[in-house]
Structure formats: C-alpha cells, structure tokens
C-alpha cells in the first residue's frame, strides 16, 4: 500500500495540519509519501522531510503552482495517482479545494473529513453538521480523502526522509489566474491550531464592544479569536474567524463562547473542545447544554471581570 | 450566456436531524425540507447577474426525489426560467450528481455554473470541484463576490486566513459561500408566474449516467455526547473551576 498526502504550506512554511494528515494516513498503513507544491517551497519540502513515518517527499516546484491553484495541482497529482493506493490531504483551503478535482479525473467518490480510520477502505465522518456519525465503506479501486485535522494527533518530527525532485506536471491552465490576496494575518494566534479559543456572538452588539472584551481576554488567556456567523455577519470580525459547519472546526483544550446562543451550526465547530465555558445572559441558551462551565450573567459585567482577575 | 444551478433538497436548516434507532441514517419522514441555503446563495447569484445583464437563461437542476420538485418551484418563483429534475429515490453523492450536471451541461450548453459550496446533509464539500474536473474547466470555490465581465469571471472567494481573488475565463464552475448575498423572499405574484414556467423530469439513464453510489455507508450514530457541565454563579466560581477542577488556566 502506497499512500500520497498533500502537504499544506503557506508563505514558504510547512503548517502543521500536514503531520496530522500524516499521522492519518500511518493509520490506514503503508508507505507515506508526502508532496510539496508549488513554487519557491524547497524549504517546506526538507521541514516536511522531518515528520516521523514518511518514506519520501516528492517536491514539485514550478511556476505553474504559484498559489496552488486548483487546476494545476489536481493534474498533477492525476499524473502521480497511479502509484498510489490513497490520497490524501487537510480540511484546509488548498486540498479542500483541489482534491475532489482529482477524485474526478481519477472517477473515485472521496471521502470528506475524516475523524477516524476503521480500516485501510472504511472511515468515519461527520454529517449535518457533526449531529450524525456515518462509518463508510468505498467500493472504489482508489481512495481520495480529506481529513479533518483537529481529530488526528500530529505526528512528531524526528526523521529525515529523502527529498525526490520531480517534474512540476501538465503546465498551468491559463484560463484561471491569480489576481490576489488579502490576508487578514495579523499576528494573533492561528484559531485552527489554537490551545485555547475565546470566541464572541452576536451579544457583542458591536464591534468596539468586540475589540474592547474579547481581544483583551484572549490576550489575557495567550488564545485565539472566534466568532459566531452573525457576529461576522455584523461585522465585528473577518470572516475567517468563523466556527461552525461553514467555518472552522477546533477543538482546543479551552473554548470560552461569549455571547453565543448555541445553534446547531456553530457547535458543529468547536463541541469537540476538550473544556467549554459559555457566557450568557439567557439561562435557556443552548449553548449551555453542552457547556462544561456555564455563567449565565451579563457579559458586560462577566468579562471586565474576568479580564482583571486573569493574572 | 446560459447560467446552470443547481440545487439539493435538504433537512431544512433549522431542524435538528433524527437518526433512525437502528443505525441506517437520518429518519427524515414528515420532516421539513428546502432548498440547501448554500445553493439558494448561488441561484440569488444567477438572477443577479441576469438583471445585470451578464445572463439572459437560468437553468435550475436538481437531482433527487419527486418532492425535491418543491425547490424547483421555489427556484422559478425566485427568478430562474426554467427547471430540471433528474429523479433519483436512492441518496446521491457529489460524483454521481457532478455527473447528471456534466451531461446537462453538454445537452443545453452552458458559460457558467452556480453551485452551493457544500450542502447541509453531507456536508461533503465535492460537487463543484468534481463537476469543474468533468468538464476540464476552471473553478472558483468559497465565492464571497463574484463580477462577471463578457468572458471573465473574478471571483474573490473565502480562505483560510482571509480573501483570494481568481480571474476565471469563462465557461467555469463557481460555488458560493454565505456572504455572496443575501437571497431574496419570493412573492405572491411570482409564485403564480413560477406555475407557467417549465420543469422537466428526467431520469438518469437518459443522460447515461449511473448514479450508483460508490460508498457505502455501513451505520449513522449519533456523536459521542458531552457529559452535562455545571452552571456557575459568579467570575469567582468560574475562575477557580477552571483553575483548579480544569486545570486548564
Ligand atoms: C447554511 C448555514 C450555515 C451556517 N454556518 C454557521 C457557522 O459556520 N457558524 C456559526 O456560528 N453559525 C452558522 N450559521 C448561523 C447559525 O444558525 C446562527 O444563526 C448563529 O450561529 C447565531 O450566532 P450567535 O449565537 O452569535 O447569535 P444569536 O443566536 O443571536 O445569539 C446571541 C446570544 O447572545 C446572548 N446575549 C445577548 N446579549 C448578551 C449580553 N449582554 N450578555 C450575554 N449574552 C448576551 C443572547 O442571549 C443570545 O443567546 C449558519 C446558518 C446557516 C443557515
């Protein structure tokens, strides 16, 4: 069994969903091998040569993969296919959106966000919105899979597999083009990888209340920042911080809900969370039924508090 | 030009989903079903740029059940112009779907298709990316604007830590994200206009495609439950269980 995982990297640096997606495909079995793209990223190929259990890393370096487009990505991994028994990659951007290109052009149906591996052809994976669990089988002669990060441990970094050059594939498809990009990057915690998550809803009521409460505590608490859909919504804060079904999925060690009434989309982002507090005014929220810590106070009162008693 | 939509016939948004006691999936009988909100986004998309001018013919599709006739209505009422069903009783996966959309994309012609970035029951995320493949043509996913210009589209799309804009010359494949736009309520008067326009039933085998699923989906569970938690009265007391029982400030 031979198994091909898309590294994710972004900026020149190897990001740390891909020893998770790693410690996946370990699990399934076989020969791991793992494929930079893009260009300019020899770096991230000799950081991703360090993760424990990868045979070999293929890099791809091009022009044609500037920004991972999609398009190109997909053929050439269609190209490496053959070797291969699986693929797999990340629930991030890049493979989100280019893997089920290649289950296309290979006629495999993939399997999206996986959490558990029960065999090397059978998988478990959420469906509306994390409220069932289905354990699928594929009949397919190939696997294409996504995972999702949050579920599988990295693997560690102590090894130094070999570093294959190889041709960049079929040459870009020109009638997609990249124009540009605007990264809300600031230099918060990254809220996909975050320890600790304090996120605010819709009882914010503003932006300014968003800046002045939950930026300080999450600085208090060294955490990411989250948000509600109707807090992005209202524009307290850039959509990539949204948690939920159509946002991020986390699962810290600490998820601090202010202001959330709990639907069923936005559990469906962080009730993985190992400890969950909420901080609402309404005792009814249902955010509260699957708190491990509920306070059921004005947040205006709860949070200045709490800022100040934080150390 | 020609725009495609296409739409699913979900467990509506609001609801809760039931599993069946035995392990064999969502109990979905009397439940309330509509139209999968992201596809909702993409169709609001279409007749957009129609009033706009970039398209003059919507073409609906959905590829389901008998009763997922019901947003085809629901999608001529809003503006499109006229709707197909390709029927299938059976559950549907992205490749089987991306497969019927392929075929009616050859059948009626098409410069762009306009889809959900993932619908709300399977949450799989696929049907753009794979029909885009099919058909060997560009694809912008996660769109949180699109403009399109004669033959260009620029679809400035959701990531991870933010926004990219591609430029995608047309025909391509585009799938919309929450913020694309807010669709719009249906009125009175359109519902009844909706009832002249036409919708189509077909089946699958008149476009040759197999819509058999390639996975198969041995049981649904319901996920692991929390335990219950605790309600606190005061930043005290919430202080100190995190300290002390959580251990994890
Ligand atoms: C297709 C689709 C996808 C979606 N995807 C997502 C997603 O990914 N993520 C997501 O979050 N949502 C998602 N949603 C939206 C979701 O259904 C809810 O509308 C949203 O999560 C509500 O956000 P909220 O809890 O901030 O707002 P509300 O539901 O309005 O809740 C606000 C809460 O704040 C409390 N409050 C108000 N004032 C105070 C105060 N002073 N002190 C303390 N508490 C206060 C209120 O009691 C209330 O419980 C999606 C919806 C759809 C249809």
Known sequence: MSILVLADHAAGALQPSTARVVTAARQIGGDVVLLVAG????????????????????????????????????????????????????????????????????????????????????????????????????????????????????????????????????????????????????????????????????????????????????????????????????????????????????????????????????????????????????????????????????????????????? | MKALVGVKWVLDFSVKVRLKSDGTGADLAGARMSMNPFDEIALEQAIRLKEAGAVDEIVVVSVGPRPAADILRRALAMGADRAVLVRSDAPVEPLGVAKA????????????????????????????????ALLGWPQATYAAELAVEGNVATVTCESDDGLETVRLTLPAVVTADLRLNTPRHISLPNIMKAKNKPLEEIAPEALNVDLRPRLKVLRTDEPAKRRAGVMVASVDELLDKLRGEAKVI
């Open chain 1, 39 to 311: 260009q300019n990223c020899a770096a991230v190929a000799r950081e991703a040569s360090a993760i424990d259990g990868v045979a070999r890393v293929l890099l791809a370096d091009a022009d044609a993969l500037a920004h991972q487009l999609p398009e190109a990505l997909a053929a050439l991994i269609a190209e490496l296919a053959p070797d291969y028994d699986a693929i797999l990659g990340s629930s991030g951007l890049v493979a989100k959106r280019c893997l089920p290109r290649v289950a296309a052009l290979l006629d495999v149906m993939q399997v999206s966000e996986i959490i558990a591996v029960v065999a090397p052809d059978t998988f478990r994976r959420p469906t509306y919105a994390g409220n069932a669990i289905e354990t699928v089988q594929s009949t397919d002669s190939k696997r294409v899979l996504t995972v999702r990060t949050t579920a599988f441990a990295p693997a560690g970094a102590g090894a130094s597999a070999p570093i294959e050059t190889i041709s960049p594939g079929p040459s870009g498809d020109t009638r997609s083009s990249f124009v540009g990009r605007s990264s809300t990057g600031s230099d918060r915690i990254e809220l996909g990888s975050a320890r600790r998550v304090v996120s605010g809803g819709r009882g914010l009521g503003s932006r300014e209340s968003f800046d002045k409460l939950v930026y300080p505590l999450a600085d208090k608490l060294q955490a990411a920042v989250g948000a509600s859909r109707a807090a992005v919504d209202a524009g307290y804060v850039p959509s990539d911080c949204q948690v939920g079904q159509t946002g991020k999925v986390v699962a810290p060690e600490l998820y601090l809900a202010l202001g959330i009434s709990g639907a069923i989309q936005h559990l469906a982002g962080m009730q993985d969370s190992k400890v969950i507090v909420a901080i609402n005014k309404d005792p009814d929220a249902p955010i509260f039924s699957i708190a491990d810590y509920g306070l059921a106070q004005d947040l205006f009162e709860a949070v200045p508090e709490l800022i100040a008693k934080i150390g």
């Open chain 2, 101 to 132: 959309l392929k075929s009616l994309v050859e059948r009626d012609g098409a410069g762009l298709v306009l889809l959900g970035k993932q619908a709300i029951d399977d949450d799989n995320n696929q049907t753009g990316q794979m029909l885009a």
